[in-house]
Antibody, heavy 123, light 108 residues
Framework: EVQLLESGGDLVQPGGSLRLSCAAS????????MSWVRQAPGKGLEWVSA????????YYADSVKGRFTISRDNSKNTLYLQMNSLRTEDTAVYYC????????????????WGQGTMVTVSP | EIVLTQSPGTLSLSPGERATLSCRAS???????LAWYQQKPGQAPRLLIY???SRATGIPDNFSGSGSGTDFTLTISRLVPEDFAVYYC?????????FGQGTKLEIK
């Protein structure tokens, strides 16, 4: 079964750091670009970042550029999101998502999503 | 950045009726790289349509997508109770990927 499982969400103070992980199973992880998508409480979806299958190409939303870093360890089938200089507006459920097709580039569409991990940034 | 505007914000219909949801882009969506997702409370989004009109695996044929350029439509031909949810469109042809603000489909 194809599955994504996020972890690492927590309550953190503004200015703090957090690292999210996403463990993948059931597919050839290294063949697919992966993304992080977040959803603030009661709000819509916001794409955050993407990483190509080989890990050489990264993509970021302007709202997180310079503060968040996406990476992956294909030997461990795991995607990461290092989040620094966190702000209250980063409070959200963070989903990792698998790109539908194995092709160059990043981004969607996303056929497999994890269950999400909650990040709360509050004093 | 391409801005996607979905309408209506809320759609109230009864089971058995037809639903038509709209997604309008601020500029042309490259190669019809437009997807639709369904999200139910407490759940992750589920891919319904990609490439503007291709159904994802396991999606019933009462869901259909159409459109090109800047105007796209998701149609649910005959609503059943489990179709009532929030629907999002997404363009993935131009970085950054962007989502619409969502349409809530509620039972009338």
């Amino acid at each position: 079964e194809v599955q994504l499982l996020e972890s690492g969400g927590d309550l953190v103070q503004p200015g703090g750091s957090l690292r999210l992980s996403c463990a993948a199973s059931g597919f050839t992880f290294s063949s697919f670009a992966m993304s992080w998508v977040r959803q603030a409480p009661g709000k819509g979806l916001e794409w955050v970042s993407a990483l190509s299958g080989g890990g050489s190409n990264t993509y970021y939303a302007d709202s997180v550029k310079g503060r968040f870093t996406i990476s992956r360890d294909n030997s461990k089938n795991t995607l990461y999101l290092q989040m620094n200089s966190l702000r209250t507006e980063d409070t959200a459920v963070y989903y990792c998502a698998k790109r539908l097709i194995a092709a160059p580039g990043g981004g969607g569409p996303f056929d497999i999503w994890g269950q999400g991990t909650m990040v709360t940034v509050s004093p | 950045e391409i801005v996607l505007t979905q309408s209506p914000g809320t759609l109230s219909l009864s089971p058995g009726e037809r639903a038509t949801l709209s997604c309008r882009a601020s500029q042309s969506v490259s190669s019809s790289y437009l997807a639709w997702y369904q999200q139910k409370p407490g759940q992750a989004p589920r891919l319904l349509i990609y490439g503007a009109s291709s159904r994802a695996t396991g999606i019933p044929d009462n869901f259909s997508g159409s459109g090109s350029g800047t105007d796209f439509t998701l149609t649910i031909s005959r609503l059943v109770p489990e179709d009532f949810a929030v629907y999002y469109c997404q363009q993935y042809g131009t970085s950054p990927n962007t989502f619409g603000q969502g349409t809530k489909l509620e039972i009338k």
